[in-house]
Nanobody, 120 residues
Framework: QVQLVESGGGSVQAGGSLRLSCVVS????????MGWFRQAPGKEREGVAS????ATYYRDEGRFTISQDNAKNTLYLQMESLKPEDTSMYYC?????????????????WGQGTQVTVSS
């Protein structure tokens, strides 16, 4: 059974930082395209960042960094200089198709999400 469990969300002021974690069981993340997505109320879900065999992809460059610890089977998202518009539910996802990483769409496995709220 595949499980993805996010943590690390919370409430921060604009300009602050957070690091999200996603502990994965039931699959080996080094063999999967792994990604972070977010969805704000009333908006479509969007890809934030993805990673596969060291190659990384970002929706917007500069403030977020995706990484993974294969020994811990854990995915991370370091978020810096947070803005109120970053407020969303953030989801961790996995897909066995490397091609999903560049387009950040239609991942197979999903976590339950962790809420990030940025106040001005």
């Amino acid at each position: 059974q595949v499980q993805l469990v996010e943590s690390g969300g919370g409430s921060v002021q604009a300009g602050g930082s957070l690091r999200l974690s996603c502990v994965v069981s039931g699959l080996t993340i080094s063999s999967y395209c792994m990604g972070w997505f977010r969805q704000a109320p009333g908006k479509e879900r969007e890809g934030v960042a993805s990673i596969y065999t060291g190659a990384t992809y970002y929706r917007d460059e500069g403030r977020f960094t995706i990484s993974q610890d294969n020994a811990k089977n854990t995915l991370y998202l370091q978020m810096e200089s947070l803005k109120p518009e970053d407020t969303s539910m953030y989801y961790c996802a996995a897909d066995p198709r490397p091609s999903r990483c560049s387009i950040m769409r239609d991942f197979v496995y999903w976590g339950q999400g962790t809420q990030v709220t940025v106040s001005s």
